[in-house]
């Protein structure tokens, strides 16, 4: 009997898919797989200890006093003083107030699966586990969320190793919640209703119009199955399961976003949009091959013995946040950005829609505020620091003498080679020229100096 009803709800679901475009993920998936989700898998070390499955970590979390919330397909641990203690890199490398979300599928995130295979239902149905995401695919889920402002702040997802086996564990933004109110149910439906309709992202199982009326089991009143907080802060509504939607065409999506970034950049001459200044590989056409050029700071870099792995990038003139991308995918532990404020929130959602997620990004204004320098040279004490900085900058030359970086890529373009640009211009002692290219045709020079 349940085989017969199975294969009679395997064959709704299959006109589901066809119905709301989902079917076609799979194959967006593929055409894009090289360009998106780039961000490198960071992996933090936990000297010996000795967890072989979920009972024995859940045992190892109670005998070290750490408080967690056991889930079906995941142990959250909110933030406490015995997580910085067990896991001592968090206080180092991540935001205060984070905690971690960890997959009871003990792998890699390359490999593991959100929902744990030994855990489903052996009925279940075959069909929405194919076009579900994998835990990678779904950082862009949760940043989609982010940015539509109905869901947590996801600042990592990383691989603990402990002596057998790998956890694969997102880092995000603790939320303090409130009990909800009828109020607070009814403004984040509204929310989540007008994002459905857009048709950029889609529920896994049934149908869009199921969870804006409530009718689907994780959109139910009033707490949404356990996942709608209430932020006791700024009493905004947060829906913390990101795992039950999917993205139905990140290509078109990214697209529109870059479209939407156009707008608010004059280019000299009327330039078209296929010349945007940065090129995202695969997906847009540009006018400088980040790529190529990505590579050639690395080699630069590696000439002296040093690579953007476990280093923090500051960038002061970020564009679209493309070398932010590509250093963060080189294995920088994290990256701050600064342009001005019409191009900061388009540069952002581009590097979440691009599955990035451990940056931070100010405009002009705010890194003349001494505070945030404060806070991020305290925060990058302990990296090595790379800036990123073209002849276009010279409005923060005294501000980012305060951040604490070793090396500087200097950018301009061939004809502005022999105007002042070398110790005496940024004012800095100890400046040492190493090595200088020629990139985009010989167009433009980059400088690697260190201090």
């Not at 940043?143 to 694969?168: E, H, M, P, Q, T």
């Not at 707490?223 to 802060?233: A, G, I, M, P, S």
């Not at 905004?236 to 990140?250: S, W």
Request: hydrophobic letters at 35%; glycine letters at 4%; one cysteine or more.
């Amino acid at each position: 009997m349940n085989r017969i009803y199975n294969f009679f709800k395997e064959i709704q679901f299959i006109f589901n898919i066809l119905f709301t475009g989902k079917l076609f993920v799979i194959f967006n998936r593929r055409k894009y797989k090289k360009d998106i989700g780039k961000q490198s898998i960071l992996t933090f070390n936990i000297e010996g200890v000795d967890v072989d499955d979920v009972d024995g970590f859940l045992n190892w979390l109670e005998k070290n006093k750490i408080d967690y919330i056991n889930r079906r397909w995941t142990i959250y641990l909110p933030p406490q003083t015995n997580l910085k203690k067990c896991f001592n890199f968090i206080e180092s490398h991540y935001p205060a107030g984070s905690s971690f979300k960890i997959l009871k599928d003990f792998n890699r995130p390359e490999k593991a699966k959100y929902s744990h295979p030994k855990l489903m239902n052996p009925n279940g149905l075959l069909l929405p586990k194919i076009i579900a995401h994998g835990p990678i695919s779904l950082i862009r889920v949760a940043n989609y969320l982010y940015y539509n402002n109905v869901g947590v702040r996801l600042y990592d997802l990383i691989a603990i190793r402990f002596k057998n086996i790998y956890l694969s564990c997102y880092i995000v933004k603790h939320i303090s919640g409130k009990e909800i109110q009828k109020s607070n149910y009814d403004s984040f439906i509204n929310k989540i209703k007008n994002i459905l309709l857009k048709r950029e992202i889609v529920t896994v199982t049934g149908t869009n119009k199921k969870a804006y009326t409530g009718k689907k089991t994780d959109f139910r009143p009033l707490n949404c199955n356990n996942n709608l907080l209430v932020n006791n802060k700024n009493g905004n509504e947060y829906f913390v399961d990101f795992q039950g939607f999917i993205l139905r065409n990140e290509n078109k999506l990214i697209d529109s976003i870059v479209s939407e970034f156009d707008k608010h950049i004059k280019y000299p001459n009327k330039v078209q949009r296929k010349y945007i200044y940065e090129k995202i590989p695969g997906l847009t056409l540009g006018k400088s091959n980040l790529v190529r050029n990505d590579d050639i700071f690395e080699s630069m870099l590696n000439e002296q013995n040093r690579s953007f792995g476990k280093s923090i990038v500051f960038d002061t003139s970020c564009n679209t946040g493309l070398r932010i991308y590509n250093a963060l995918s080189k294995g920088a532990f994290w990256a701050y950005g600064w342009d001005q404020s019409y191009k900061i929130n388009g540069a952002e959602k581009l590097l979440f829609a691009l599955g990035a997620t451990r940056f931070k990004l100010f405009n002009e204004k705010e890194l003349l505020n001494t505070k945030n320098i404060m806070e991020i040279s305290q925060a990058a004490v302990n990296f090595n620091c790379i800036l990123f900085m073209t002849h276009k900058d010279t409005y923060i030359n005294k501000q980012i003498l305060d951040l604490p970086w070793e090396f500087m890529f200097y950018g301009c373009n061939k004809s502005e080679e022999n105007t002042e640009h070398k110790t005496e211009h940024f004012e800095i002692n100890n400046l040492k020229l190493l090595s200088r290219r020629n990139i985009q045709n010989n167009r433009t020079i980059i400088y690697l100096y260190k201090r």
